[in-house]
């Protein structure tokens, strides 16, 4: 058949290939979600039905209950299934020419921070922000990391801490380019939205991205920065909570003597125990309760509570169970994305607590998380980094960023209730 201007028609073959390979890759996650359910399948129920609100189901004797471990035939799966995935998706990338190009990362000027340079619409989170400028194809990304300290000084209950910003290093640059050079191959996303369908979401993330980097807070040198001066020094004992898979503490674990990280589920677990720690020893917990009969341990000298806030079940409450586990000028470190939204990422349509966290901007937003949150459960204001939180993600949003704020906080010594506050007074 020829066209009446002389063309060829256009091939149907590029159209078929398309079709055929996302068919084959959905069979591929099928049966990669099949082998998972059956691993898991020996495990009690996922730790939101198994313990309920993280807020605290005790049992008879008025104890948290304790997630119990992963079976070592279910974690030999799990571990075969995930290096299966992880290869495929490997060998993928390396066919595929999926990258964009990347010619400049750099800081956002002061007058784009003004602006809101890059912020989207209703549909997307409200600390979410474009980091590319102009058109793709151009390669050149902002990012977020200044703010007007001065400004923020002046807000209610911004607390007199050192406002000294991190920027750009060339370990977040690397990051980021690598996001953009090798982006996530299509049959692991394909294997994550199909083990969200049947598994908790963040167990999903972790089977579907073993071995891929997933998520960036802040580089090593950063956190060597914001942590100096800390408790004990590098004896120091940590405490994570909600350590994910373990990418946002990997970077600063080298500082502590020890590491404590927790999670809900037993996969996640397992997923803490491979976390590179370069000397640190590690302490994986499957617990949705921060008491010393979970953690294995009655108090730490820093406490870690990264992009956890707004998802958990009760931020106060959990803010005042972190405080119980820290000695009198123990140091919480808290990252949340602003402007604060709270979701609960366990279980759709349950019951969480709301805090009131307020402010449109990062300034309005960092200040009220501090006076509304932090200062009524007994801490006072140490240091405050602006620096993105970043995820990586396919060749159509290579690197996902949403605007943060990480306080660094000093465990005060309670001492009853200020007249007038909702919260306890500290000496």
């Known amino acids: 058949m020829v066209r009446a201007n002389g063309g060829a028609p256009p091939s149907v073959w590029p159209s078929l290939r398309q079709r055929t390979a996302a068919l084959l890759r959905d069979i591929y996650a099928e049966l990669i979600t099949e082998g998972a359910a059956r691993a898991l399948s020996r495990l009690p129920p996922p730790a939101s039905e198994a313990v309920g609100d993280a807020a605290g189901c005790r049992d008879e004797a008025g104890e948290s209950p304790v997630l119990p471990e992963m079976g070592a ?15 495929v998706g490997s060998m993928e990338s390396r ?34 922000y474009d980091p590319w400028l102009g058109p793709r194809s151009a390669g050149v990304i902002r990012l977020r990391y200044g703010f007007d300290a001065r400004r923020l000084s002046q807000r209610p209950g911004a607390g007199a801490c050192e406002y000294t910003p991190v920027g750009l290093d060339g370990q977040t640059e690397a990051w980021v380019r690598g996001c953009l050079a090798k982006p ?45 001066g800390r408790p004990n020094g590098g004896l120091a004992a940590a405490l994570d909570v909600g350590a994910g898979d373990g990418s946002l503490c990997s970077p600063y674990a080298r500082l502590f003597g020890s590491v404590t990280v927790t999670e809900l589920t037993s996969p996640l677990v397992w997923r803490l125990k491979a976390t590179p720690t370069q000397g640190a020893s590690l302490q994986a917990v499957a617990t949705a309760e921060l008491t010393p009969r979970a953690l294995g341990r009655e108090q730490f000298d820093v406490a870690f509570c990264l992009n956890v806030l707004d998802r958990c079940k009760d931020p106060v ?64 204001a140490l240091r405050l980094v602006r620096a993105p939180y970043l995820c990586a993600g396919d060749r159509n949003s290579p690197v996902a960023v949403l605007d943060s704020a990480t306080r660094c906080t000093e465990c005060g010594v309670l001492e009853g209730f200020r007249q007038g506050s909702a919260g306890p007074a500290r000496k």
């Open 73 to 87: 035939a279910s974690s030999a799966a799990l571990w075969t299934l995930s290096v299966l995935v992880a290869g």
């Open 184 to 228: 996530a191959a299509a049959s692991r996303l394909a294997v994550w939205r199909a083990l969200k369908r049947r598994l908790y979401h963040y167990d999903a993330g972790v089977l579907a991205f073993h071995a891929f980097p997933r998520n960036y807070l802040l580089s090593p040198a950063h956190w060597e920065e914001l942590l100096a």
């Open 317 to 380: 409450r959990m803010v005042e169970q972190l405080h119980a586990l820290l000695p009198p000028g123990g140091w919480l470190v808290v990252a949340v994305v602003l402007p604060w939204l709270q979701s609960d990422a366990v279980a759709r349509g349950s019951h969480q607590r709301r805090a009131r966290v307020v402010g449109g901007d990062f300034e309005a937003a960092a200040a009220s998380l501090l006076d509304s949150l932090l200062l009524p459960a007994g801490f006072e």
């Open 95 to 128: 066919l595929s020419s999926d990258s964009l190009p990347c010619r400049t990362v750099r800081e956002a000027t002061p007058l784009e921070l003004r602006a809101n340079a890059g912020t989207l619409g209703r549909d997307y989170l409200p600390s979410a």
